[in-house]
């Protein structure tokens, strides 16, 4: 017998509250004591976690979702289900646990697709807001726009409510620079940008279920006044005089486009304000040798007073945070180096005629630095998407409820994974929120990044057509920069087209229709009698499904897992065609070949199912072929086509890469 008691002497700190252990019991167990107003630290593990609350009353957050507990709750969290426990009550809260390892439990949570994809809650998908100063290339399009719309695709067909919101960022400073180099104002240059930016939206077939222009939008100047003015009133952000750069000649401030020199960090080359190869910021004045952009000359060093943040006072709050939600090391890593200066007293308004000026009238001519004012940006559009919904979703008192995932590049990674979430905590203190972040590197042309100014880029409305539209959103994807910069060659591309696609996809597909054709007058078959090697294949797609679910479930999405999947399904199916041909025409083995032209067409209907995220068109297109509906939800599992279904494989012509509407 094992007998136990709960002590306070043997208590000791352990996840952000008190623990002690209860030895011999076979699987780790122990007592919790939760002070009041405290909380256990985010986590998640591959044991799974039995909780029964003794005394007082808290809050159980499970994978974002909260749950009441008092005593006599008792709790089971699965295998890598993040959870805290919150002590809401005037007195301690205890509670006794058992953990233990169970692989197969483990690999079913990590397999599970309900566990990591939040059923229950509204989730806010944001590509990163493009700048209104020039259109989308295919470096844009390859990362944030192209990633929040397959996410969205996704999660819609698992059933669950997700929507892509995006905007112009029209108050970037270089929406000024181009309209000076136009000839036009910024206002003009931003709508006429902005036009532009979703047309090539729209032709590369990425849906947005918000776009909000933040120059023109109804309420948004008042509302981020509103929300600057929480951070000014939390005591955090004042007016504060640090050192500035001035144009030597025309006495100018400097910052951001107009400024450039080397990272003070990492002595890349840098612009004013952020360094795009280390992620850091930099002050503009702490630039190792500054050139002016406007007159490129050294500027001058003189200090100027802007309303400041002391970002080094957060880096608890952000590793909170960070605990949270779905958080790369890459920004983790990111963080650690950004709170090792001793400093950074953080400029969050500029001198400038173009934005949004502060409510309070302490600074003149002023206006609210944009990147700042990109996280209110969020909250906004989340806003106007409650609005035309119905749905009463506010700015100004956003809810734990929400899931928000964000796509961006590394060169926004401090922004929006280190900056916004000490500007949501200072702004909405009682709001901590639940954020995935999705960040791709730089996508290269032909071994280079992507320039305008050089002209060395590739346009989306270049490529993109109805016929080519899918071709280059598969060939996105598999050469997407996820973890490492990837290289889009025009050369490769047009391999993919023909060898890929249209030489493999395509060829085997119609080659199939064929064999339909003159073998079963385009009627899908039953199958028949079962060979140890077609009982084999069919396990072989179900595992295919379980990777492409498990490459855009959240935890581990990756679009260039997922086209690798899709071209797995592919040769699969072609082996396994090759090797059954071998019974077509054989009387004795009717029934046999019969079964393997079935899961040939089960390996079809899998490619039109877990294509439709990656690829809408074509799998409309191969679910219309094998006479089946369009697809409007995720798979269980791989499953034949039923019999009778008339097809017109052999007939569709499923990639017109030559610029055609195939």
Known sequence: MILNTYNESELFAAFGIEMSAVEGIGVGAGWGRIAPGSATVSHGHDETEFFVIVAGVGELALDGRAHAVQPGTVVLCEPFEAHTITNIGDSDLIFFTQ???????ARSSALSRVRPNLTERPQFVFSTPPTPNGDLHLGHLSGPYLGADVYVRYQRLLGN????????DDYQSYVTAVAAKDGVTPAEAAAHYSAEIAATLKAMDIDVDEYYVTSVAEGYPEGLQGYFSRLVDSGHVSPASTPALFDAETHE??????????????FSPAGGNICEECGEPNLVADLVDPVSGISGTAPKQADAERYTLPLHEFADIVADHHRRGRVPIRLRELAQRVFAHERLDLPVSHPSGWGVQPAEDDLDG????????????????IERLGAELGELWSSREPSRDWKIVHF?????????SILYPVLYRLAHPEWNPDIDYHVNEFYLLEGQKFSTSRRHAIWGKEILNPGTVDAVRYYLSSTRPEGERTDFRRAEFDRACAETLVGGWEQWLHDLGARLDAGFGGTVPDAGTWTSEQTAFLARLSLRLDEITAALNPEGFSLRSAAQVLDAIVGDARAFSRQQSALAGIDRWNSEARTAIALELAA??????A?????PRFSAKLAAALGIPAITSWPDAADLVEPGSRNTLSDTRFFGVDGSNG
């Open 366 to 381: 002023q206006v609210i630095w944009v990147w700042p004012e990109m996280s209110y940006g969020f909250l906004h559009g």
């Open 611 to 615: 294509s439709a995220p990656l690829m």
């Open 253 to 266: 401030y400097l910052y951001e486009v107009n400024v450039g020199g080397s990272c003070p960090a990492c």
């Open 161 to 168: 409510r997700a929507w892509h919101l995006t905007g112009s």
């Open 408 to 416: 961006f590049g590394y060169d926004n990674s401090f922004y929006h």
């Open 604 to 609: 079809a209907r899998l490619l039109a199912a």
């Open 99 to 105: 953990y233990w390892r169970d692989s197969a439990r």
